[in-house]
């Protein structure tokens, strides 16, 4: 007999599990469908390993620092193993893995289904997964994105699937795009010892951040001797022996020639549509996604879509964040969006890059007048930390209301939060600057961007 549920929710990472566990909490049956594994992109390829790989090459940079902090400097007992790293990296993702496997949602009163074809639709209300076909009054698909790829022949080429089943260190590893992975698992390869090109057909690399902390970064790769090639692109590869031959053209036709043991794509993103057979459910798509109107709803009215699969906004947090936007809406009726002007987000590169609400450019465009305030990294925890590279810029509107700001710092996408909240909340500057702060602490930077706007506002 044929099984029927309230809602199917397609997609087990973020979004998906947001959903299926929030509205098994709201009383829904639902059944949870994949094709991999529990947990998605983010848990077994994305976000976990990536940072737990990052804070393995932070801590064996800092080590290699120590004198600098007054303590006998690093002598290394045993010789450095890349493959311990990667092992260490699995592990971490196998910890949170057990308590996200299937039984974990399945005693919970989900049916689970994983099925290496996938979800494929019958019609709007049926699915077929494996030898199953289930049956729901709706859906909400969170199928999330893989990264593009190039067919060759006789090249692997590296990308964030992949990566994490090394076991043996690049050398010398070019990455193509000069994007968030790039920026991230680069620099951690060169705390590692590798050496790392980045190319960027941009004139420079993290177009989506603000220019002067690009500014701030590029400078802090430059001296840690990763090599930066912006304005150029890679014409062809060619494999010889073990090495694979690069041919770059830059932006003043010169051809560069330069050989590498590795390369990893970052070339952007595409989303994972194919093989649900949509069109049997009336959900339109495109090569962007899937189409969704401003409540997650897609053009079949009792299907919802969310995450990478449909939004521009490619984080965890923005999945899950619109998992719950669809749940409501699905109950509710459409009432529920996400104030898109107010997506906050972090690059864990060592000086950490955060961001939330508008960014400069475009608060300009929107406004009549802004003011753009900036406080450098040099309050005392910083000092005391020896992390003093980077600065907090808030941007506030005609009526000195914060809107957005930029950040790059220790931990910066720790206390730039702290806006988040006070731009979603409408919290005037008096408010702010009058909030104790711990001291010392790094959010304390936040507390003075406050407090040293509005005494320059008293002395205008």
């Known amino acids: 007999m044929q099984k029927h549920y309230d809602l199917t929710v397609i997609g087990a990472g973020s979004g998906g599990l947001v959903a299926a566990t929030s509205a098994k909490r709201a009383g829904l049956s639902v059944a949870l ?12 390829t994305g976000c976990v390993p990536s940072k737990a790989f990052i804070n393995s090459a932070k801590v064996y940079a800092a080590a290699r620092k120590t004198n600098l902090l007054g303590l006998p400097s690093f002598v290394e007992k045993d010789k450095f193993d890349f493959s311990k790293v990667m092992e260490h990296v699995d592990s971490v993702v196998q910890h949170i893995y057990k308590d996200e496997n299937p039984e974990v949602f399945r005693k919970q009163g989900i049916d689970v289904y994983v099925d290496k074809s996938g979800a494929q639709f019958i019609n709007n209300k049926e699915i077929k997964i494996g030898d199953e076909i289930i049956s729901a009054e709706h859906t909400i698909i969170c199928t999330g994105s893989s990264p593009k790829r190039i067919d060759a022949v006789d090249i692997q080429f590296l990308d964030n699937e992949n990566f994490w089943e090394i076991r043996k260190q690049p050398k010398n590893i070019l990455f193509v795009g000069g994007g968030i992975i790039s920026a991230e698992i680069g620099q951690s390869l060169k705390h590692f010892g590798s050496k790392v090109t980045i190319i960027d057909h941009n004139q420079r690399i993290l177009k989506v951040v603000d220019n002067e902390i690009t500014d701030v970064l590029t400078k802090k790769f430059f001296e840690e001797g990763i090599e930066l090639i912006a304005n150029a692109e890679v014409e062809s590869f060619k494999k010889e022996d073990d090495l694979i031959i690069a041919q770059i053209k830059t932006a003043d036709n010169k051809i560069i020639i330069k050989e590498f043991d590795s390369v990893f794509l970052t070339a952007g993103r595409i989303p994972n549509t194919n093989g649900m057979n949509l069109e049997n459910a009336g959900v339109q798509y495109s090569s962007r996604g899937i189409i969704a109107n401003e409540f997650y709803q897609t053009t079949a009215e009792n299907i919802y879509a969310c995450g990478d699969v449909t939004s521009k906004f490619k984080f965890t947090h923005a999945a899950s964040y ?4 669809c749940l409501h809406n699905i109950i509710n009726g459409n009432s529920k969006r996400m104030d898109e002007k107010i997506v906050p987000w972090a690059i864990f590169t060592d000086p950490e890059i955060a961001h939330t ?3 400069e450019n475009d608060a300009r465009n929107i406004y009549p007048k802004i003011n753009v305030f900036k406080v450098d990294a040099t309050i ?16 506030f509107d005609d009526k000195n209301n914060v809107v957005g700001a930029d950040a790059i710092g220790a931990n910066a996408g720790e206390w730039i939060q702290i806006i988040t909240v006070a731009i979603k909340n409408n919290i005037p500057i008096e408010a702010m600057a009058d909030t104790i702060f711990i001291y010392p602490t790094f959010a304390e930077i936040v507390k003075k961007s406050f407090t040293r706007f509005q005494r320059s506002l008293k002395q205008k």
């Open 357 to 359: 609400g508008l960014g």
């Open 33 to 44: 469908l994949e094709k991999n594994k529990i947990g998605g992109e983010c848990l077994h």
């Open 380 to 395: 005392d925890r910083f000092i005391t930390e020896g992390k003093t590279t980077g600065f907090l810029k808030v941007i």
């Open 322 to 325: 619109q998992a719950d936007i």
